[in-house]
C-alpha cells in the first residue's frame, strides 16, 4: 500500500472520533445540568422537610420525590453514556493506530481495525440509545412539572 493510501485510511477514523468527542462534550453539558437540577430539587425537598407538614407540604414533598427520582435516573443514563462514548473514543484512535502499525510492519492482521471499527460504532450506537432514554426522561419530568402547576396554579392565571 502506498504512504498516501496509509495515511488516509489512518484517517477515516477521524470522522468517528470527531463525532464521538462532540458527543462526549454535550453530553457532559447535559449531565452537568442534571446534576444541579438534582440538587436544585434535593435542597426543596430538605426545605418542606422543616415545614409543619399539611396535605399541600406532603403532596409538593411526594412531587419532588418523583422528580428527584427522575432525574437520579436522567444522571446514571448519561454517566453510562459518558463511559460508552470515551470507550468508543478510545476504539476509534485505536482503529487508526492499528492501520498504521499493520502496515508499517507489514503485517496482514487487517481484521484488527475492522473490529476495533465495528466495536466503538456498537458502543456509539449504544451511547446514542441510552442520550435518547435520557431525553425521554427528561421530557417526562417537565410534563410532569406542567401538570403539577396547572393543577395547583391553572386557576390562578
Request: proline letters at 2%.
Amino acid at each position: 500500500m502506498s504512504e498516501l493510501n496509509i495515511l488516509s485510511a489512518m484517517i477515516t477514523p477521524v470522522v468517528l472520533i470527531l463525532a464521538t468527542g462532540q458527543l462526549i462534550l454535550t453530553t457532559s453539558q447535559r449531565l452537568a445540568r442534571s446534576i444541579e437540577r438534582a440538587r436544585k430539587l434535593s435542597d426543596q425537598f430538605e426545605e418542606l422537610t422543616k415545614k409543619p407538614a399539611d396535605d399541600a407540604v406532603s403532596e409538593k414533598k411526594a412531587f419532588l420525590y418523583q422528580l428527584l427520582l427522575r432525574a437520579a435516573s436522567r444522571s446514571r443514563k448519561l454517566q453510562q453514556a459518558m463511559s460508552l462514548l470515551y470507550v468508543a473514543l478510545s476504539l476509534f484512535v485505536g482503529t487508526s493506530v492499528a492501520i498504521g502499525l499493520l502496515e508499517a510492519l507489514d503485517l496482514q492482521a487487517f481484521w484488527l481495525p475492522v473490529a476495533l471499527g465495528l466495536a466503538g460504532a456498537g458502543l456509539l450506537l449504544y451511547a446514542t440509545v441510552l442520550l435518547i432514554l435520557e431525553t425521554r426522561i427528561a421530557l417526562g419530568a417537565v410534563e410532569k412539572e406542567m401538570d403539577y402547576l396547572t393543577q395547583h396554579y391553572g386557576r390562578q392565571m
